[in-house]
C-alpha cells in the first residue's frame, strides 16, 4: 500500500498537468480521422436557392418587386381611319332657305321666296349617301349625295313675274323647288398616321335645280340647270378610341364657269361610333350654301339657297 500511494500521486499531478480538452492518449494503433464531406442539398433545395437568389436580385433593383412597368396607352385603331372601303346611307334634317328669280325675255323677273310665297316646307327629311375608297396610304376618293324635292300651293298675295308669265294676286299657284347635289372629292392626306389625318382635296358638286310654278290658265315655264360646281376642300379625321372617331371638311369655292357664277361653301361634321368590325353609326351636321346667278337656255335668272340640319346614318368600312 505504501509502495502504490506514490504512483497514484504521480499520476494525478500528470493529469493535472495535462491542457483541458487535449484527447486522452490510449494505447493502440494510430485512427486516420474521416474526410470532411460536402453538405448533402437536394433538388429541391437547389430550386428554392435559385429562386431566393433572384429575390434577392429583384430586390436589389430599384424597381419594388410587387410593380410592374409603366403601362402606356395604345394608340386607337379604328377601321373609319385604316379600311379601304367606307360606305353610309341615312337621312338629313333639312332646313331650306330658297329665293330664286327667272328673268323674262324683256328683263329681270321677280325674285322669289319660295318657302313664304308658296309655303314650302322649310323642314324636310332628305335621303342621304356617303362613299370613301381609300386607294392609297394618302390618297382618297369620296362621293356624297342628297335630294330634296318639295312642292305646295298656295293663293298668292301679290302679283309676280316668271319668266315671261306674270300671274296676279289671289291666284292658286302650286310652286315645286327639287335639288340634288352629288359631292366628289379626291383628297390628299399630307398628314397621316394610324389615328390622325389631315388632307386637302379638289372636287365637284354636281348640282342640280328644277323649280317651276303650276297656275290653271296660265302657261310657266320651269326653270332648269345642272352646274358641276368646283370646289377646293380641307379635311380631317381623328380616333379618339377604337370604336368612336370624330371627321369633318369643308369646302368652299367663287367660280365664274359657265352656266353658273358665285360661290358656293359646303361643311361635314361627323362623330362615328363603330362598335362591331363592319358596322356602325354617324351623327352629324350638314351645310350648304349656294348663291349666285344662272345664264342657260333653260334658267336665266339668280338662285341664293341654304340647307342646313343634322344628319344620322349607318354605316359599314371594310
Do not use: C, H, M
Given at each position: 500500500m505504501n509502495e502504490i500511494d506514490p504512483l497514484l500521486r504521480l499520476s494525478w499531478f500528470v493529469a493535472a498537468a495535462a491542457p483541458w480538452g487535449a484527447p486522452a492518449v490510449t494505447a493502440g494503433p494510430a485512427v486516420s480521422p474521416l474526410p470532411e464531406q460536402p453538405p448533402i442539398v437536394s433538388a429541391a433545395s437547389e430550386t428554392e436557392l435559385e429562386r431566393r437568389a433572384s429575390m434577392a436580385s429583384v430586390l436589389g433593383t430599384s424597381v419594388p418587386i410587387a410593380s410592374g412597368p409603366a403601362q402606356t396607352p395604345g394608340i386607337p385603331n379604328n377601321p373609319a381611319l385604316t379600311d379601304t372601303w367606307f360606305f353610309g346611307a341615312g337621312v338629313t334634317f333639312m332646313n331650306s332657305n330658297t329665293q330664286a328669280e327667272l328673268n323674262s325675255s324683256v328683263g329681270a323677273g321677280a325674285v322669289i321666296d319660295f318657302?313664304?310665297?308658296?309655303?314650302?316646307?322649310?323642314?324636310k327629311w332628305a335621303p342621304e349617301a356617303l362613299a370613301r375608297?381609300?386607294?392609297s396610304d394618302n390618297w382618297r376618293l369620296e362621293f356624297e349625295y342628297f335630294s330634296l324635292n318639295r312642292?305646295?300651293?298656295?293663293?298668292?298675295?301679290?302679283?309676280?313675274?316668271?319668266?315671261?308669265?306674270?300671274?296676279?294676286?289671289?291666284?292658286?299657284?302650286?310652286?315645286?323647288?327639287?335639288?340634288?347635289?352629288?359631292?366628289?372629292?379626291c383628297g390628299y392626306s399630307f398628314f397621316k398616321t394610324q389615328d390622325k389625318e389631315l388632307g386637302v382635296a379638289l372636287g365637284f358638286h354636281v348640282t342640280t335645280f328644277e323649280a317651276g310654278l303650276d297656275a290653271a290658265g296660265f302657261s310657266t315655264k320651269d326653270a332648269k340647270v345642272t352646274a358641276p360646281l368646283p370646289v377646293a376642300s380641307v379635311y380631317g379625321q381623328f380616333a379618339l378610341t377604337d370604336e368612336w372617331?370624330?371627321?369633318?371638311?369643308?369646302d368652299a369655292m367663287r367660280i365664274e364657269i359657265d352656266p353658273f357664277y358665285g360661290n358656293i361653301i359646303s361643311v361635314g361634321l361627323d362623330t362615328l361610333y363603330q362598335p362591331w368590325r363592319h358596322?356602325?353609326?354617324?351623327?352629324?351636321?350638314?351645310?350648304?350654301?349656294?348663291?349666285?346667278?344662272?345664264?342657260?337656255?333653260?334658267?336665266?335668272?339668280?338662285?341664293?339657297?341654304?340647307?342646313?340640319g343634322p344628319i344620322v346614318f349607318i354605316s359599314s368600312s371594310f
Open positions: 318657302e313664304n310665297a308658296f309655303g314650302l316646307a322649310e323642314n375608297w381609300r386607294f312642292s305646295n300651293s298656295r293663293t298668292t298675295l301679290n302679283d309676280f313675274t316668271w319668266g315671261d308669265t306674270t300671274i296676279p294676286a289671289g291666284t292658286n299657284v302650286k310652286g315645286t323647288f327639287d335639288v340634288s347635289v352629288l359631292r366628289v372629292s372617331s370624330i371627321q369633318g371638311r369643308l358596322l356602325g353609326f354617324g351623327l352629324g351636321w350638314r351645310t350648304l350654301q349656294v348663291a349666285g346667278g344662272v345664264k342657260a337656255s333653260d334658267w336665266d335668272g339668280e338662285i341664293n339657297t341654304t340647307y342646313t
